[in-house]
């Protein structure tokens, strides 16, 4: 199993410049997530999806969007980039647990280090 | 509100043990995540505590204690491959919370 893939690995855009990153999983999890992580800060939850055709929003979704058409893949697109959007970016899957929730065992992919100038 | 409190920085010896803390305060718990991050990686799963008390995986052992809100992570046998940030992040059902971390320094 590869796990969870992110590409690319690095990315420069300028401001006003879109993109998507892409993030599949091989796990066959049901549950799929979005981070960014800034320097010196915690992980911030994006969006993310607990089945095919299911998304909703994290703590901060300004900026970006999702869509679930499979299992395996969950990308994320930059509408506009800004500045402030410079980060590294985590997709994660987690498998269901026995209560039949998602989410408290997520594993995460190597990273996107994003820079938007 | 939600808050979330780990000590940022902690210092250990190798072969020593060392306890990280974690109190939180969310709506709709369900229980504590712990990760571990290395500089320029990736988070990785430790363990997560849906019930009260101690739950042990090799080195490691987390507790949970609800009615306190608070938990902690407990590293034995120190090693320095062990130097890293370590989250504790409560689970609402959907989503992980995930504070700043602290940073666990393991020296000779």
């Known amino acids: 199993n590869a796990g969870v893939t992110q590409t690319p690995k690095f990315q420069v855009l300028k401001t006003g410049q879109s993109m998507t990153l892409q993030c599949a999983q091989d796990?066959?999890?049901?549950?799929m997530s979005w981070y960014r992580q800034d320097p010196g800060m915690g992980l911030r939850l994006i969006h993310y999806s607990v089945g095919a055709g299911i998304t909703d929003q994290g703590e901060v979704p300004n900026g970006y969007n999702v869509s679930r058409s499979t299992t395996e893949d969950f990308p994320l697109r930059l509408l506009s980039a800004a500045p402030s959007q410079t980060s590294v970016y985590f997709c994660?899957?987690?498998?269901?647990?026995?209560?039949?929730?998602?989410?408290?065992?997520?594993?995460f992919g190597p990273g996107t280090r994003l820079t938007v100038t | 509100g939600q808050s979330l409190e780990q000590p940022s920085e902690v210092t250990a010896v190798e072969g020593a043990i060392v306890q990280i803390n974690c109190t939180y305060q969310?709506?709709?718990?369900?229980?504590l995540s712990w990760y571990q991050q290395h500089d320029g990686g990736a988070p990785t799963f430790l363990s997560y505590n849906a019930l009260d008390g101690l739950e042990e995986t090799g080195r490691f052992s987390s507790f949970l204690s609800r009615s306190d809100s608070y938990g902690y992570l407990l590293l034995q046998e120190l090693q320095m491959k062990d130097s890293a940030s370590y989250f504790c992040a409560p689970y609402s059902g959907y989503a992980l919370n995930f504070g700043k971390g602290t940073s666990l320094l393991v020296t000779p």
């Open positions: 969310t709506s709709g718990f369900y229980g």
């Open positions: 796990m066959n999890h049901e549950y």
């Open positions: 994660a899957s987690s498998p269901t647990g026995t209560s039949g929730r998602g989410g408290y065992e997520q594993y």
